[in-house]
């Protein structure tokens, strides 16, 4: 699963950059190959890191939860290949939170990751949203919200 989750969003990421039509349409052909879009979610959620000993934890907040309630542990992926992810099954109204949670506190250097947004992944209306984020010793916790058009900003 780990493995199929890796090639989802290097594929995608790739689809997304790519210059030529022909380069986004082999993405997208292989993604079809290796099952990543079989039973695609309305969103997928993921944090990618280089560096195992980081341990970097993504949780989210759905729309509909009370702001007291805490965030929803990410449930896929593993941190021990540097990646960290959670599928939304059907897209509430409203805003998501996203929290990126350094565990690792006692080395010095900062913590580094990718936090990455599939929306309407396998469709016409794919949008891919990633943005590099710094948790240095000193600010631990970070927090992304993603609008109802999409849109993703820190919290």
Known sequence: ATARLWSWLRLSELAATADD?????????RMR?????????????AITFDH?????SLRVRHPT?????????ADLGASAYGLVAMRV???????YRFQLVR?????????TC???????????????????????RTEPVKIFALSADGTLVPS
């Open 65 to 73: 939860f009370d702001p007291l309630q805490p965030f929803e542990p």
């Open 103 to 111: 565990n690792e506190r006692e080395n010095l250097r900062d913590q």
């Open 114 to 136: 990718t936090l990455v947004v599939l929306l309407s992944p396998g469709t016409p209306d794919e949008r891919r949203i990633a943005t590099e984020v710094t948790l240095p």
């Open 33 to 45: 190959e290796n099952g990543v879009l079989r039973d695609p979610p309305a969103m997928l959620v």
């Open 52 to 56: 195992p000993d980081d341990g970097i």
């Open 21 to 29: 039509e022909a380069l986004r349409a082999d993405a997208r052909r």
């Open 89 to 95: 099954g059907e897209r509430e109204d409203g805003e």
